[in-house]
C-alpha cells in the first residue's frame, strides 16, 4: 500500500462516507435551533469580490442566512490522531452567491485574516461550510482558540483555514500558470503533470508503516492506487 504524503503533513480531514448536511430543525429554511449559542462576533466580515456585485457579508448577514450542521467530520492530524466533530454553520458557497455567480468556469482564492490564502476548486467550495459550532462549542473570531473555520470534508488540514476574511472569485483558465508538483511516466508517450490543486481533490487517508529502530510513523496523505487509477484507463 502506497501513499503520497501531501507538504507539510498538516492536520486534515478525512471524508469517512458517513458525513450528513442536516438543515435546521423545525419548518424549512428555519434555522433558529441550530443558531442557538453562537457567540456574536460582530467585527468579523468577509469581503467577496470577482462575482457579479462585489460585496462585503457581516457577521449580522450570514447569521440571517439559513444554518446546516454536517456530522461525523473526522479529522486526522499528521500523527495519524483522529477526531470526529460535528459542526453548524453556513455552506460557503450560499455567502458567496451574495456577490453573485458570474457564468463560466471559476477558482476561489481564499484569504484569511492573517494574511494566509489558499486556492479552492469549485468542487471544493461546493462541499464547504463555514463553522460557527463545534461539538456545540461555539467559535469565534478569536484566532488563537475556537475559531470561526472553513469545514472542508475530504481535504487535508491546510484547506481548514481560521477566519477566511476575503474571497477573490478568478477564471480557472488562469490558473493553468500553476507548476506541477507531480509527474506520472510510464502511461502513454509523454510525462502526466499534476498540480497541487489537482492532488488536494482527492481523499486524505492516513497510515501506520514500520519505522526504524522497531518504531511506527503515522503518514497522512493520498493512496497512489486512487491517483494512479485516474491516469490508466
Not at 60 to 88: H, P, R, W, Y
Request: glycine residues 10%; hydrophobic residues 35%.
Amino acid at each position: 500500500l502506497f501513499a503520497v504524503a501531501l507538504s507539510g503533513c498538516t492536520t486534515g480531514p478525512v471524508n469517512t462516507g458517513g458525513i450528513t448536511a442536516t438543515p435546521t430543525g423545525g419548518s424549512a429554511g428555519d434555522s433558529s435551533g441550530l443558531k442557538s449559542g453562537i457567540t456574536d462576533s460582530p467585527n468579523y466580515k468577509i469581503e467577496i469580490v470577482g462575482g457579479n456585485s462585489p460585496t462585503t457579508v457581516t457577521f449580522a448577514d450570514i447569521k440571517a442566512m439559513n444554518f446546516v450542521e454536517k456530522k461525523g467530520v473526522t479529522m486526522v492530524n499528521s500523527a495519524g490522531t483522529e477526531k470526529t466533530s460535528d459542526f453548524v454553520g453556513v455552506p460557503l458557497m450560499d455567502i458567496i452567491g451574495k456577490a453573485g455567480m458570474p457564468a463560466g468556469d471559476f477558482n476561489f482564492k481564499i484569504s484569511a485574516s492573517d494574511g494566509y490564502s489558499k486556492v479552492y476548486t469549485k468542487e471544493q467550495v461546493e462541499k464547504s461550510m463555514l463553522g460557527f459550532k463545534e461539538n456545540d462549542t461555539p467559535l469565534t473570531d478569536n484566532i488563537n482558540k475556537n475559531s470561526i473555520k472553513l469545514v472542508v470534508p475530504g481535504e487535508p488540514g491546510e484547506m481548514w483555514m481560521k477566519l477566511p476574511a476575503k474571497i477573490e472569485l478568478t477564471s480557472a483558465a488562469s490558473s493553468s500558470s500553476e507548476p506541477a508538483v507531480l509527474n506520472i511516466t510510464g502511461i502513454g508517450d509523454k510525462a502526466i503533470p499534476l498540480k497541487m490543486s489537482k492532488l488536494q481533490t482527492y481523499p486524505v487517508k492516513s497510515l501506520t508503516v514500520p519505522y526504524k529502530n522497531n518504531t511506527t510513523l503515522d503518514v497522512s496523505g493520498i493512496l497512489m492506487n486512487k491517483m494512479l487509477d485516474d491516469y490508466a484507463a
